[in-house]
């Protein structure tokens, strides 16, 4: 195809872009979509990332904490920091779950939103520990978890087993997120870690308020806390109850954190993040110019 330039997504992709990209000829450019070690790929593969990261044309990480990482674990000297962008509204497509049908069924009026897949990296089990505690103090509240995954029979058993029947639901994989945003009063991210947590920038960005736990990596860059939304500690389940509390029983602070969360519409706009991977492309292939 002979490209101007070739774009490598996950380590083990970047590796043979890598090799490729040298015997070709083609400039190159790795990326890295998760918080590497966050999710360790083998002794082989951290070995072949050292050695051949350097023969990239250039590397991209989603995070000022990833671009670091990167930087004292491979021989890369320059990597750029290119977040993800966001689309609003969300665009839809199947399946779409109507979110009338499945809060008609249960017994709060206002609803708590989180999305993502049913597994250990979501940490939705501490979500569902936390909200057992505030559903006694906040009956007009109900959660409704999005997504799908191995866990999803370990994640119901629990929620019934804390007396949660008619107060949760997962309504599994939707395509219509946009709706359940356009719908929810509060939005819960509880993940382990992430690479850049692109619920989080769509809930922001439909003007939803946001309780979120500073795992690795990603919400430090989108949230500042008390201004667009509320960071708590990792591994502290009071602070995640207390924040939730917070936001559950006060309106206007719903409000004035959903005000500024509609900030990164134009910050993380798709022709934003797209200018940055222009300049990128166009600092590579001067360098290779000259």
Same mark, same amino acid.
């Given at each position: 195809?002979?490209?101007?330039?070739?774009?490598?997504?996950?380590? #083990?992709?970047?590796?043979?872009?890598?090799?490729?990209?040298?015997?070709?000829?083609?400039?190159?450019?790795?990326?890295?979509?998760?918080?590497?070690?966050?999710?360790?790929?083998?002794?082989?593969?951290?070995? !072949? =990332?050292?050695?051949?990261?350097?023969?990239? &044309?250039?590397?991209?990480? *989603?995070?000022?904490?990833? !671009?670091?990482?990167?930087?004292?674990?491979?021989?890369?000297?320059?990597?750029?920091?290119?977040?993800?962008?966001?689309?609003?509204?969300?665009?839809?497509?199947?399946?779409?779950? !109507?979110?009338?049908? $499945?809060?008609?069924?249960?017994?709060?009026?206002?609803?708590?939103?989180?999305?993502? =897949?049913?597994?250990?990296?979501?940490?939705?089990?501490?979500?569902?520990?936390?909200?057992?505690?505030?559903?006694?103090?906040? #009956?007009?509240?109900?959660?409704?978890?999005?997504?799908?995954? &191995?866990?999803?029979?370990?994640?119901?058993?629990?929620?019934? *087993?804390?007396?949660?029947?008619?107060?949760?639901?997962?309504?599994?994989?939707?395509?219509?997120?946009?709706?359940?945003?356009?719908?929810?009063?509060?939005?819960?991210? #509880?993940?382990?870690?992430?690479?850049?947590?692109?619920?989080?920038?769509?809930?922001?960005?439909?003007?939803?308020?946001?309780?979120? $736990?500073?795992?690795? #990596?990603?919400?430090?860059?989108?949230?500042?806390?008390?201004?667009?939304?509320?960071?708590?500690?990792?591994?502290?389940?009071?602070?995640?109850?207390?924040?939730?509390?917070?936001?559950?029983?006060?309106?206007?602070?719903?409000?004035?954190?959903?005000?500024?969360?509609?900030?990164?519409?134009?910050?993380? &706009?798709?022709?934003?993040?797209?200018?940055?991977?222009?300049?990128?492309? *166009?600092?590579?292939?001067? =360098?290779?110019? *000259?």
């Amino acid at each position: 195809e002979r490209p101007d330039i070739a774009i490598g997504m996950m380590p #083990t992709a970047n590796v043979t872009l890598a090799v490729a990209g040298r015997l070709a000829g083609v400039p190159t450019i790795g990326s890295e979509r998760v918080h590497p070690p966050a999710m360790p790929i083998g002794r082989f593969w951290e070995v !072949a =990332r050292r050695s051949t990261y350097p023969l990239l &044309s250039g590397l991209v990480a *989603q995070t000022s904490d990833s !671009a670091k990482w990167l930087q004292a674990n491979t021989r890369v000297k320059r990597i750029a920091v290119i977040p993800n962008p966001v689309q609003y509204p969300l665009p839809g497509h199947r399946p779409r779950v !109507a979110c009338e049908s $499945v809060l008609e069924a249960l017994h709060g009026e206002r609803l708590l939103l989180a999305v993502g =897949r049913l597994a250990y990296q979501k940490g939705f089990e501490r979500l569902l520990n936390a909200f057992a505690d505030l559903a006694p103090r906040h #009956t007009d509240w109900s959660l409704v978890i999005l997504g799908e995954g &191995s866990l999803r029979g370990c994640l119901t058993e629990q929620a019934t *087993q804390l007396g949660l029947d008619g107060y949760v639901a997962f309504p599994g994989a939707v395509g219509n997120v946009g709706e359940w945003f356009a719908v929810a009063d509060a939005y819960v991210m #509880t993940s382990r870690f992430e690479g850049f947590p692109n619920t989080l920038l769509e809930a922001m960005a439909h003007g939803v308020p946001s309780v979120v $736990v500073d795992c690795l #990596t990603g919400p430090r860059e989108l949230i500042e806390t008390e201004v667009n939304g509320l960071l708590v500690p990792e591994d502290d389940p009071t602070a995640l109850i207390t924040a939730l509390d917070r936001l559950m029983v006060d309106p206007d602070l719903r409000m004035r954190l959903a005000t500024r969360a509609i900030e990164v519409r134009k910050k993380y &706009s798709v022709e934003q993040i797209a200018a940055h991977w222009e300049h990128e492309f *166009q600092f590579i292939t001067h =360098r290779i110019c *000259q």
